[in-house]
């Protein structure tokens, strides 16, 4: 069984536009991921990672553009409810970034079960966001 875009959108709480700026940039974070294994791209790990925290920044500026014409809209509950959702979204995945990073460069001696913390917390945030959506 595949979802729908619609699926996604209403579970995930972002927007197909969001949705299609991650997508390009995990294509290049993996692009970059793929040189670096293989030797070619010799650079540190934040460079590699750049484009996921360059995603994220993009991701947070559309937030906040969206929070405003809400806001102005009178759409000021919805609006609040979005983007705190959203900037939770944003922040978990920039932390759990942060934190692999810091792993793979050897300057911390964190599990990979207190690294993937920030996911687990995001799932059980999704979950709860889908029983609220869909339950009766």
């Known amino acids: 069984m595949f979802f729908t875009w619609e699926e996604i959108v209403v579970w995930v709480g972002v927007t197909l536009f969001e949705a299609w700026i991650h997508t390009v940039c995990m294509t ?8 670096k294994l293989d030797g070619i791209l ?5 460079v590699i990672f750049s484009p996921l925290f360059v995603g994220n920044a993009l991701s947070a500026y559309f937030c906040v553009i969206g929070f405003i ?3 102005l809209e009178g759409l000021r509950k919805h609006a609040v409810i979005r983007t705190l959702w959203s900037l939770s979204f944003i922040l978990l995945m920039t932390i759990f970034e ?10 911390n001696n964190l599990e990979y079960s ?23």
Do not use: D, N
């Open 28 to 35: 290049v974070f993996l692009l970059f991921m793929t040189l």
């Open 98 to 107: 942060i934190l692999l990073i810091r792993k793979l460069m050897g300057h």
């Open 114 to 136: 207190e690294i993937l913390s920030p996911v687990f917390i995001l799932l059980q945030l999704i979950t709860a966001r889908t029983c609220r959506l869909y339950g009766s």
């Open 69 to 71: 014409r809400m806001y």
């Open 42 to 46: 010799v650079r540190s790990w934040w």
